[in-house]
């Protein structure tokens, strides 16, 4: 089942490519953290003016984060936000030789960054097995009987429990995917999802 749903969405969005624009390490995890509680196509409008102005790692790092908010205000939660983006390119100048660490226990200690945000990071930069349980994730498992409960890590860990390692990053960036045309949190077009026969919501409903 599960590698049948892994190929059926391969064959539907063969580049599974995340949807946040950045040239530079650091600024996929700036946007990242931009991203919480915002859309990625919000932060997409943001970060070239942003990353403009502060373009360099150690520009983030000196920047007043009065002067940060001004440039990420319209994201939402812009205070902490701001406030997490300096502070965590400080500690990759000066814990992280300027780089992204490589290991989830490395990456959560910087300031806003989770698991989710760490998940990303080691997949989309590194190519490590990675699972990024986002709501079109946790929402798309449970519809789908991958997962069970609402709570990012344990979705995670159950993914991780099934999806061939080598598969679970792209495969979550499909999830956004499919969950954004298809399998949408309200009105979901279950008339045209390629998932249907795996699907408990449209069994039920069937």
């Known amino acids: 089942?599960?590698?049948?749903?892994?190929?059926?969405?391969?064959?539907?969005?063969?580049?599974?490519?995340?949807?946040?624009?950045?040239?530079?390490?650091?600024?996929?995890?700036?946007?990242?953290?931009?991203?919480?509680?915002?859309?990625?196509a919000r932060v997409n409008l943001i970060t070239?003016?942003?990353?403009?102005?502060?373009?360099?790692?150690?520009?983030?790092?000196?920047a007043d984060v009065l002067e940060v908010e001004t440039y990420v205000h319209s994201c939402g939660f812009y205070r902490q936000k701001a406030k997490d983006i300096v502070l965590a390119c400080r500690m990759l100048r000066e814990q992280f030789g300027r780089k992204i660490p490589r290991t989830m226990d490395e990456l959560l200690t910087l300031p806003g960054v989770g698991r989710k945000t760490a998940n990303l990071l080691l997949g989309d930069l590194y190519g490590q097995p990675a699972v990024v349980c986002d709501t079109h994730c946790i929402r798309i498992a449970n519809r789908l009987g991958l997962a069970k409960g609402k709570e990012p890590e344990k979705v995670e860990m159950q993914l991780r429990a099934i999806l061939p390692p080598e598969e679970s990053s792209d495969f979550c960036h499909r999830i956004v995917l499919f969950g954004r045309e298809i399998c949408t949190a309200r009105a979901p077009k279950c008339d045209q999802c390629p998932l249907r026969p795996f699907c408990k919501e449209f069994t039920r409903v069937d």
Do not use: N, W
């Open 1 to 40: 089942m599960v590698q049948s749903i892994i190929d059926i969405l391969k064959e539907r969005y063969p580049e599974a490519l995340c949807a946040l624009h950045y040239g530079k390490d650091y600024e996929l995890m700036i946007a990242v953290r931009l991203s919480a509680q915002c859309t990625d």
């Open 48 to 62: 070239p003016a942003l990353f403009e102005r502060f373009d360099s790692l150690d520009a983030f790092a000196d």
